[in-house]
């Protein structure tokens, strides 16, 4: 009689990201930090909070936080350990907080691998 499979859980390390949310407002980055910086309207005829798909893919904080990941993997940037994001820029910086606490519904397969690798830990 064989003996059952034991599966073997492990933890799976979670990259701390910090939240400015103040204009102004800035945080010591060290070697291990990296950094994105969310910008507002870009000006294009449209004002700011209304829907433009050219604007949301730069404020998309959880596909930029897959392309950081997916850059590392290919060798494009230096490991990092942590992140911090700059919205300050944004009207209503509270749809990133949203994004990142996974209140809002995921949009594509990266946006669960966002949820499970990434975890917000400061809002400044």
Do not use: W
């Amino acid at each position: 009689m064989s003996e059952p499979a034991i599966k073997i859980m492990t933890r799976i390390e979670t990259i701390p990201v910090t939240l400015i949310t103040r204009p102004g407002h800035t945080v010591g980055l060290d070697a291990d930090t990296a950094f994105i910086r969310l910008p507002a309207n870009s000006g294009h005829g449209h004002g700011d909070g209304e829907v433009c798909i050219a604007c949301a893919g730069r404020t998309d904080v959880r596909a930029l936080l897959h392309n950081l990941l997916e850059e590392q993997k290919r060798g494009m940037r230096p490991a990092f350990r942590h992140v911090v994001v700059d919205a300050s820029a944004l009207d209503d910086p509270q749809q990133v907080v949203l994004a990142l606490t996974g209140r809002l519904p995921a949009q594509a397969l990266r946006d669960h691998s966002v949820a499970r690798l990434f975890r917000l830990v400061e809002t400044v």
